[in-house]
Structures are given as C-alpha cells and as structure tokens.
C-alpha cells in the first residue's frame, strides 16, 4: 500500500488565490482527517469525514476554508482567497473507525506558503 | 478547555539510556492514548496506543504507562539510539473514529 498521498507537497501562492490540497487515504480507511501544522499551535485538527460524511469542521478556521470528500477515495482542503496567516503545512490522515488498535495514518504533508 | 501537555524543551539523552517523555492532560477523559514519532518534514507516524484500563503497554523497546487518576502518560524508550532521536507527540482520543487532539511533542535528541 502507497500509504496516504498528499499533493502537492510544496505550494507557494500569492494572498488572494485560491488554493486547492489533495488526498487519497488509504483504501479501505473509512476516516479521514485534514490536520494544519505550525510551531506555534503544533497539530490542529480542520475537519474530519467518517464515510464520506463531514463530523467536525468546527476547527475550520473561517469560511475562507472548505473541505469535501466526493469518494471514499477522495477528498479536497481549499481555501479562498488564501493569507499569509495560512502559511503552515496540511497533513491528511486516515483510519478505519473501529481501527484504534493501529492508530491513523499521516500523509507526507503539503507544505503551503502564502506571499 | 482540554489541554496536552508536553514539556516544549527539548530533552537530550545519551546513547543507551532510557528517555522518559511526560504527556499531562486536563479537562479530558479519554479511552485511548497514542504516541507517534515524527521526524522532519514528515507526517507523524503511529508508534503505541494504550486504553484506559489498560496501565502499561510494551513494544519491543517502547514502553507505555497510562494513569487515568494522575491524567498522565508516561512514554520510555530503553537502550535508546541516535536514530531515535526525533519528536514525540502525544494525542488523545475519546472514542474509535474519533478526533484526536495532539500535543504539541517533544523533541528528543539521543546523543552518541
């Protein structure tokens, strides 16, 4: 198994555009989890889908950010327009919900700077 | 508010010792507790997941202690090794499917 693919996993963009994250969890996980990364806050949890259906968006952090998961294969963090303030990197995981005994898996991240 | 914590200074062990990583919580009441290594620009990756009845869990050379009464988490690394250096996080959940929230880790560097 490839593991949780994230891209792109550099992105630079200028404040004002419209960014777009990938994943493809593992197959046959059915959560998944978007995660944003800085020094200063360390890992918070976005939102997280269980069978493609959004759980928690509530650390969403405004309606600059959306997130959809179209497939069980699938699924998408935007944000429009972007900020310097979003610079961070984005990590998606995923799990199978009664998996508890092997934790979540992460993807390599996508690390986004905005200009 | 529910709170982590994890001592934020980096902690340095010399090669062969045992490194003890401290994980406190608050206002929280967790079934499972998990430890994950990450490493530079890298995801976490999944290391030990204790539960709540559970007091100590063991993998190889990892060793897991899990106090519901003192909401703390003991993690060890035994006959510890350069390549163990990395940093540590500890995360929380409450139940299978859930979120889990993160501490902020500890970085641990095994000097040779």
């Known amino acids: ?115 | 508010s529910q709170k982590i914590e994890q001592n934020s200074e980096a902690l340095n062990i010399q090669e062969g010792k045992t490194a003890t990583l401290t994980c406190n919580y608050t206002n929280y009441s967790p079934a499972y507790l998990q430890w994950y290594r990450q490493d530079p620009g890298r995801g976490p990756v999944f290391l030990l997941l204790i539960r709540e009845n559970e007091k100590e869990k063991r993998k190889e050379r990892l060793k897991v202690t899990f106090d519901t009464t003192l909401k703390q988490s003991l993690f060890h690394i035994t006959a510890s090794q350069p390549a163990d250096s990395a940093t540590y996080l500890c995360a929380l959940v409450s139940r299978p499917g859930d979120k889990i929230i993160f501490g902020k880790g500890t970085r641990l560097h095994i000097l040779p």
């Open chain 1, 1 to 115: 198994d490839a593991g949780v693919i994230q891209s792109p996993r550099h992105e630079v963009t200028e404040m004002g555009q419209e960014v777009t994250l990938r994943c493809k969890p593992i197959s046959g996980h059915n959560s998944l989890f978007w995660y944003r990364q800085t020094m200063m806050r360390g890992l918070e949890l976005l939102i997280y889908f269980n069978n493609n259906v959004p759980i928690d968006d509530s650390g969403m952090p405004e309606d600059r950010f959306s997130a959809k998961m179209p497939n069980a294969s699938f699924s998408t963090l935007k944000i429009q327009p972007s900020e310097p303030r979003d610079s961070a990197v984005y990590f998606c995981a995923s799990s199978l919900v009664q998996g508890t005994n092997y934790g979540y898996t992460f993807g390599s991240g996508t690390r986004l700077t905005v200009v």
